[in-house]
């Protein structure tokens, strides 16, 4: 993969350095260190969280047994990566289905983030992985082209639309709801206003949507190509909606990592999917260990 391309290429050379060695001093490590942030910074990470995670790998590694213990390059190498696990949340979350009736998933996101892709790309990884029957409710009534796209995507991949045009979100998603239970989808993904910024309106819009889905999951789209910046924007959404989950989209281009790497330290919103590309079967479920391993190559 081609995920956070330059902060593998600059870490896995950091540490590929480390891992020949025999023997570490303080000065050793804190040279690594060094490199360590210069890489973390140049991938947009969040500077606080490459302070309190440099800090973090230095305590460790300054421990007695590992300077002087075996291979002390391959543990401080070990403790970077389940820091970098741990900064992107430890254990891998996934959807919470409803265990008994329709599960709901509410998406919000700026527009441009990939919200309506993902929602495509979503539908698909439902049925696929879980075996679901799966509904989109097209509510972005901001943007024709949003139902209109949506219902492109729904034909590409064969998972019904349910859309009525562009009248009042609220009624939409309240008619889309009641045709679900009454058709026997198992899990139902409401498309929602997008807009360029972060409005007072489309906050108002949000909050009516989300007390008449009263969803089991809120996912927020997040463009990974915005690097830490898409953290702000998920915490400012997170503070007034709130949200159960992020879908870091954009993960095939240059994303260089700061998004992944500062989207949990900062929103505390659980990272649960990573979509990648044009194909609408490349949704996969987000592992930060898998990620982290990824990164470090
Ligand atoms: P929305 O406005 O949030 O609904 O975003 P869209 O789903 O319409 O996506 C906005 C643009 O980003 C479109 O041109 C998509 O083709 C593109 N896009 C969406 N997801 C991805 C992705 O994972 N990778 C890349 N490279 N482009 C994407």
Redesign the pocket.
Known sequence: STTSNSLSDKLQMTMRRLTGRGKLDEKDIEEMMREVRLSLLEADVNFKIVKSFTQSVKEQALGEKILKGLNPGQQVVKIVHDELKKVMGDEAEGIRFKINGMTTIMTI???????????GKMAVWLRKKEKKKVLMIAA?VY?PA?IQ?LQTIGKQVDIDVYQEGLIDARTIVKNGLKYASENKYDVVIV?TA?RLNIDEEMMQELKDVKEIVKPDEILL?V?AMMGQEAANVAKSFHDQIGATGAIL?????DTRGGAALSIREISNIPIKFS????KMD?LEAFHPERMASRILG
């Not at 996101?109 to 929602?119: D, E, F, P, V």
């Not at 989209?249 to 281009?253: L, P, Q, R, Y």
């Not at 979509?275 to 044009?278: D, L, T």
């Open positions: 996101g700026l527009q441009g983030s990939g919200k309506t892709t993902a929602i972005d943007r949003a796209q498309d997008g789209t463009d989209t954009k993960m095939d281009g979509s990648a590309g044009e490349s």
